[in-house]
């Protein structure tokens, strides 16, 4: 089934600059966002720096910055909201490489952050960068429609024990054991989607969107989060630990859950196709306005690594 996104007759949309300047300007954002390397204690801000600056893709802040556009809103204004979404993501990858949890030696190309700090310090880096995150989007005084208190809640439920946390435990009680594509779908709509889709969310709250707008960018964020989580587990199967800048084939061999290993390869493609399609048509209210938004669902669907 071909991905169906707009069709119009505007100049086709460049995500290639709308990634390199974008992502410029959340790494220049999050520099001034977090203590430098030599605050003390400086093993603690090493560390965070280390894997929060290790070269991830800033997919999130992406969505952020392209959603508060697609509403007519500010990227200086998203920006502290795109950060704080990166450093959960961030502390998430973290936390997850750990020994007591998915056990890997490399992430982004690079080691681990345990690997480098030891484990002590990397559950405390993970733990600050969490922590930072909240400090970083409490800078936002709110919206009209969204006040501070309600900017702060979407956060936290995206990264607590409903959504990312519960992904994760399900993850965990689900290793080795048979689960069916239903308890896949809950693991994958808390560990990837949530986190995803609040991003997007946040964007569009950033520019006080209208409640409708709301409804279509949660739309929109919940398919695109579950289609990446998809393809990543395509991609763990088909892709070289060098590509992937991480140990492929990981999911395999520790008998994990995977849209691959219940539905087939050819299925599971398929099926993050249709994810991709719905996300566009989330998008069909804002006109020409969210180019960025279908760019950068198009590129998660053909992503290599
Ligand atoms: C430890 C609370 C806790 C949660 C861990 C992040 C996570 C949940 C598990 C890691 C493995 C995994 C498959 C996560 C799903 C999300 C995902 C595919 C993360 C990778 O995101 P990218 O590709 O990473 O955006 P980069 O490195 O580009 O930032």
Redesign the pocket.
């Known amino acids: 089934m071909p991905v169906t996104a707009r069709r119009s007759s505007a100049p086709p949309f460049d995500l290639k600059a709308f990634f390199a300047t974008r992502t410029e300007a959340v790494n220049r954002a999050l520099d001034r966002f977090l203590p430098s390397e030599t605050t003390k204690p400086a093993t603690i801000h090493k560390a965070m720096r280390y894997s929060l600056f290790?070269?991830?893709?800033?997919?999130?802040p992406a969505l952020c910055l392209a959603a508060a556009e697609a509403c007519g809103g500010r990227d200086e204004l998203a920006m502290p909201l795109a950060c704080a979404v990166e450093c959960i993501?961030?502390?998430?990858?973290v936390?997850?490489d750990l020994p007591a949890?998915?056990d890997d030696d490399y992430?982004?190309g690079k080691l681990t952050n345990h690997k480098v700090y030891g484990e002590g310090i990397a559950v405390l880096a993970?733990d600050a960068l969490l922590t930072a995150a909240f400090e970083i989007a409490a800078r936002c005084k709110g919206w009209g429609r969204y006040s501070h208190q309600k900017i702060i809640l979407e956060i936290a439920s995206a990264?607590g024990s409903l959504q990312?946390?519960a992904?994760?435990v399900a993850?965990l009680e689900g290793e080795g054991r048979k689960i069916s594509a239903k308890e896949l779908r809950y693991i994958h709509e808390r560990?990837?989607s949530a986190?995803l889709c609040c991003a997007v969310r946040l964007g569009g709250m950033s520019a006080n969107c209208a409640p409708a707008q709301l409804k279509a960018l949660t739309a929109f964020g919940y398919n695109v989060g579950l289609a990446?989580?998809v393809i990543?587990d395509i991609l763990d199967v088909t892709q070289t630990s060098d590509k992937l800048?991480k140990t492929a084939g990981k999911d395999t061999k520790a008998q994990k859950a995977t849209y691959p290993a219940i539905l087939g390869l050819e299925k599971s493609r398929k099926i993050a196709e249709q994810l991709t399609n719905r996300a566009f048509a989330a998008l069909k209210g804002f006109k020409g306005r969210a180019a960025a938004l279908e760019g950068l669902a198009k590129f998660l669907l053909l992503r290599d690594r």
């Open positions: 290790a070269g991830g893709k800033r997919i999130r993501h961030t502390y998430s990858l936390h997850d949890m998915d992430r982004r993970g990264a990312l946390i992904g994760q993850d560990k990837t986190l990446f989580q990543d800048g």
